[in-house]
């Protein structure tokens, strides 16, 4: 069978299941009960094994303020995944148009406005404006988690438009914040052990746009700003990630003002993609938790 | 002091006291760890009353299919407050051409294209169309939970652009449906009670647009279509509704082929806005739950 044709079919199999809902729109799904609580089994373990830290626990709505996003530089480096929300200001006769357009099937898009708000790409993008001013010198640490949108529409479960990521996010001294995601590199790898997943560390880059992507990409990588932990999902196919640990340096404390003895401080995130966790561990143990491997039954329904 | 700046300075509060993160636009917010505390523990109250009737849990992602969304009636109904998702899908040049406006501050949204989803209005829609084709005879019962958008950018903290809705959503024939949703009028009553709150039930009708509107909203009065449960959040100003209690009648059931014994199936759902319902237990009972009435403290802290 083609890797193609192997992803449609653990699709298949998933909805078939009740796992997953089809809602008529590639990489766009309902998550049935067995589903959800497999998201949350492993989201709760992942409070428990970052619980020693005392993370501050923050939540964002998966909006985000549209000019904190184009100071960002996320659509200069990867306008294609971006969304941004539109909405419809006009007045009573504008409206039967639009109701016209819609009801003859032609398209009514031009109707729409951008608003000041757009989708969040990953979930730590809200937190940063946030922290604009001095840290104390032993910096900070927060938990997030949000549903995050990228326009990538997919026959592949595991490259899904709207999906959820856990962040830790640790913002300071360069030096603290490196140690910082080395130790989750560590954490992760024996996470995914105990999870009895096939996982890797590999150095990665984003997916930058365009021919001056290359550059950037080849850049990230150099420095090693960006791993993965990747998991073989589809055998056939390119490994899937299903965290990545970012080391952004001072970016994002220069573009939002947040700063450390008078510099921008530096930052680093570690993030878990909830639904390709998920999604692994069906593969890797089948559709039926009580069958899977004792020690990783346990370890989630502990 | 006026409404508004009752208002405002129940805002500042929530802020000064790390409750809520201000993100820089109106109706969007972050929300520290004791809000988010308060949402969860009233969504698992909410879990603990809906129990006993064995809901079936199913959770979508904050976005919805647009062609389903469009045959909705949502347009026609209610367009000022929908979110569209837009996307760039363009080359090289016009990727260079949209930098040079987003960087000289000119307007870059003409170069974003409508995609194939919207953001999900109310937690239900993402529901019916998959629920197409013959109901078993007794219907079915779902316990839903999403972030849901309405621009309706507003300095009003209980009136954000992005809050999370619990739902659950009836699905049957018409007498059962009814007597579904009766049943969750008294208990919904029962719950506030219990939580101190000064609720009452209120007869409502959606914020329908324009002229049209105020007919459609006359109807849906007349036919008791739609209840609230609202409480005074701002004590000038008019109540906010915490929950609602809305019957579609067979009009979803129609529109998405949703069938039982050959007619259109009816159904209805109630909604708890959990964000406005720890604004309300906030403004009521304080910022601190430790010092709220032992028996509040007690119903969510068990």
Redesign the interface.
């Known amino acids: 069978m083609t890797t193609a044709g192997e992803v449609t079919a653990f699709l298949r199999e998933l909805v078939d299941a009740g796992l997953l809902?089809?809602?008529?729109?590639p990489g766009?799904?309902?998550?049935?009960?067995l589903f959800?609580d497999i998201v949350e089994r492993f989201d709760a373990y992942v409070t428990r094994v970052g619980a020693p830290d005392a993370p501050?626990?923050?939540?964002?709505?998966?909006?985000?303020?549209?000019?904190?996003f184009?100071r960002s530089g996320y659509?200069?480096n990867m306008?294609?995944?971006?969304?941004?929300?539109?909405?419809?200001?006009g007045?009573?006769k504008d409206?039967q148009e639009?109701?016209q357009e819609?009801e003859g099937g032609a398209?009514?898009?031009h109707r729409?406005?951008?608003?000041?708000?757009v989708?969040t790409p990953a979930a730590c993008y809200?937190?940063y404006?946030?922290q604009k001013g001095e840290l104390p010198a032993e910096g900070r640490l927060f938990d997030l988690l949000s549903?995050c949108?990228r326009?990538e529409?997919s026959e592949d479960p595991a490259r899904?438009?709207?999906?959820r990521m856990r962040e830790y996010v640790r913002l300071g001294a360069a030096e603290d914040v490196r140690s910082w995601r080395s130790r989750w590199l560590d954490r992760a790898q024996e996470m995914t052990r105990a999870a009895g997943l096939d996982a890797h560390i590999a150095l990665a880059n984003d997916p930058f746009?365009?021919?001056t992507g290359r550059m950037l990409a080849a850049n990230q990588r150099d420095q090693e700003l960006k791993y993965e932990l990747v998991v073989p999902i589809h055998p056939g196919g390119e490994p899937t990630a299903i965290m990545s640990f970012n080391y952004h340096q001072d970016l994002f404390g220069g573009l939002y003002g947040i700063s450390l003895q008078g510099s921008a401080a530096h930052t680093s995130c570690v993030g878990f993609g909830l639904e390709r966790i998920a999604l692994a561990l069906l593969k890797k143990h089948g559709l039926k938790p009580e069958q899977w491997p004792k020690s990783v039954y346990d370890l989630l329904w502990p």
């Open positions: 809902l089809d809602c008529g729109v766009v799904f309902g998550r049935g009960p959800e501050k626990r923050v939540r964002f709505p998966p909006v985000l303020n549209r000019q904190a184009e659509m200069k306008p294609q995944l971006a969304g941004t929300i539109h909405s419809f200001e007045a009573q409206h639009l109701m819609l398209d009514w898009s729409q406005r951008i608003t000041d708000v989708l809200p937190l404006p946030t549903y949108f326009h529409p899904m438009q709207s999906f746009f365009g021919r």
